[in-house]
């Protein structure tokens, strides 16, 4: 079966999402769409610069929609970084121009007749995903915005430092809005055989301070270099090889919630058909709270966005 993956948005994020699919041949056909004619010809042209010393061969389409028709999966990388650079570190400086992008481009990604799983990346993630699922027309369960599987990892890698052991050997999720109202749903995390917060205790962990780090790991990467994207883009890719694949696993990431009326991060079943399974997590009444209040901050941002 042949593997055909669409890029919109060339950018930071966007082209290292695509070269680490063409480095590792995740794809056999890559469509790559940008509003910068020579940008995206030149990304096309590096990759293929580079696939004489790759053990792989990708055969790459340049800005047709059209394209897309037969895609498996189009991950999304609008956006306008530069907007994120503010003093308030607010992920939603950039809602005013991806919400009016997200309309053009949903609009685009249904004229093409795709019919696909769409993998949203831009930012304010949550929000997004539900502007392009309302454009685009497609099944909740098929639009998946990548959401806190990176802010995940990132707490993972915290854990882990203070441990000092392997990240993928800590369990466990962030919750909620892909922004400042996520938060560590620690009674999920378990590590070295135990829950966390055993683990803790044993070895006078300050949770608060985990959580902390994990919060503000995107900020310090994004205040040094003004911009993040090997994490965000590793994600997005390792989302779309789930669905290729259909290895149903369980990630958190940007789904539909009908109990909270709105996209927001909570662990899923994902393969083939999308989202496939929502799970149910045994939660702590404060974990329940707070996510309340990332679903009802989402909500808001949603409606300002739709007016």
Request: glycine share 8%; net charge negative; charged share 25%.
């Amino acid at each position: 079966m042949t593997r055909k993956i669409g890029v919109i948005g060339m950018g930071n994020v966007g082209a290292t999402a695509a070269h680490y699919i063409v480095a590792n041949g995740f794809a056999d056909d890559l469509v790559l769409i940008d509003l910068r004619e020579d940008k995206v010809k030149a990304d096309a042209l590096d990759f293929e610069d580079a696939m004489p010393n790759l053990p792989v061969h990708t055969n790459i389409t340049v800005n047709d929609y059209s394209a897309l028709e037969d895609a498996d999966v189009i991950i999304s990388a609008v956006g306008n970084i530069k907007l994120q650079d503010n003093p308030n570190d607010d992920r939603f400086a950039e809602l005013p121009f991806t919400s009016e992008a997200a309309k053009k481009v949903g609009a685009q990604i249904k004229a093409s007749g795709f019919h696909g799983k769409l993998v949203v990346i831009t930012n304010p993630v949550d929000v997004i995903t539900s502007i392009y699922q309302q454009v685009t027309g497609l099944p909740k369960n098929h639009v998946v915005g990548t959401g806190t599987l990176l802010d995940s990892a990132r707490m993972k890698r915290a854990v882990a430092n203070e441990l000092n052991i392997d990240s993928r050997s800590v369990v466990g999720y962030n919750l909620g809005e892909h922004g400042n109202s996520q938060f560590t749903a620690w009674s999920t995390v378990r590590v070295l055989g135990k829950p966390i917060t055993e683990i803790a205790k044993e070895r006078n962990l300050d949770l608060d301070e985990l959580d902390h780090q994990a919060r503000i790991g995107g900020y310090t990467v994004f205040h040094a270099k003004k911009y993040t994207n090997y994490g965000v883009a590793t994600a997005a890719v390792h989302l779309a090889n789930t669905i290729l694949s259909g290895a149903e696993t369980e990630m958190p990431v940007s789904n539909y919630r009908e109990e909270y009326g709105t996209y927001l991060s909570y662990p899923a079943i994902v393969g083939r058909d999308g989202v496939q399974e929502q799970l149910q997590l045994d939660l702590t009444d404060e974990e329940l709270k707070k996510l309340q209040i990332s679903a009802d901050y989402i909500k808001t941002k949603f409606a300002e966005s739709t007016k």
